[in-house]
């Protein structure tokens, strides 16, 4: 029997169980009723396809086959119209008997989406192969984009803001620092240095090639993080 769990509008949940025959011959009522062919105008839809029966095969191998396309065809059938949803024979199909309340599964696994294969070629840099420092000293950051770590902690570098400042991540987070504070066990390579301009706005100001920003008496006053932004933009 398949396992269905069942909510509903209150947010209740339950468990029903219902073998591909109970399946069969309710789609076969629904056929009857609404179908295209033997319905009675104005109700008439098409109803979604249910898996076809198969007569030779492994049960276990079929029961499981099946699973997916069960779900589906569920999931679509009560998409349907309005006078199908208030069929009584669907109704019935989803109300939980009392044998249904009685039984406990043995064991349940949720559906999960295909996932992505991994190519064989691809290539995995191990972390011994990133660009990392280790920590010299405490650093605790002045402002949200400033990265804090303690000596000893492992820093992997993402890329280079200036001359004195890097960008790196830790377990916690992920911000600039001051270069002067770690030891450089592995450096970023030299052509890949992304300089993060929008970082190098809060820190090395005459270094930041931004321009057309809105400034009052001299850089006294500069815009806001979220007005750099949609300058920036």
């Known amino acids: 029997a398949f396992v269905i769990e069942v909510k509903t509008k209150g947010g209740c949940k339950y468990f029903i169980y219902r073998r591909y025959s109970q399946f069969f011959t309710l ?18 839809c098409t109803l979604p396809p249910l898996p076809a029966k198969i007569y ?12 997916s396309l069960l779900n589906a065809y569920m999931k679509a059938l009560l ?5 199908i949803l208030l069929d009584e024979d669907l109704r019935l199909f989803f109300y ?3 044998d249904d309340s009685r039984r406990i599964p043995r064991g349940l696994r ?70 002067s504070f770690v030891r450089i066990i592995k450096d970023l390579p030299e052509e890949k240095f992304p300089v993060s301009w929008l970082r190098c706005y809060f820190h090395d100001y005459d270094v930041c090639s931004i321009r057309d920003i809105p400034l009052e008496e001299d850089v006294k006053k500069r815009p806001s993080y979220n007005e750099l932004l949609q300058l920036i933009r």
Not at 27 to 44: Q, R, S, T, V
Not at 79 to 83: F, K, L, T
Request: glycine share 8%; hydrophobic share 30%; aromatic share 8%.
């Open 110 to 179: 949720r559906l999960r989406p295909h996932t992505r294969k991994i190519k064989k070629n691809s290539q995995h840099i191990s972390d011994m192969e990133r660009p990392r420092a280790e920590a010299l000293f405490d650093f605790r950051g002045n402002a949200d984009q400033e990265l804090n770590f303690k000596c000893g902690d492992l820093i992997y570098l993402l890329s280079r803001v200036n001359k004195n400042w890097l960008e790196g991540s830790t377990v916690d987070g992920v911000g600039i620092f001051p270069e």
């Open 79 to 83: 998409n349907s119209p309005v006078w």
């Open 27 to 44: 789609h076969a009522k629904l056929e009857d009723n609404y179908g295209p062919e033997k319905g009675m105008p104005p109700y008439i």
């Open 96 to 98: 939980q008997t009392a």
């Open 56 to 67: 030779v095969g492994n049960k276990k191998e079929i029961a499981e086959g099946r699973v």
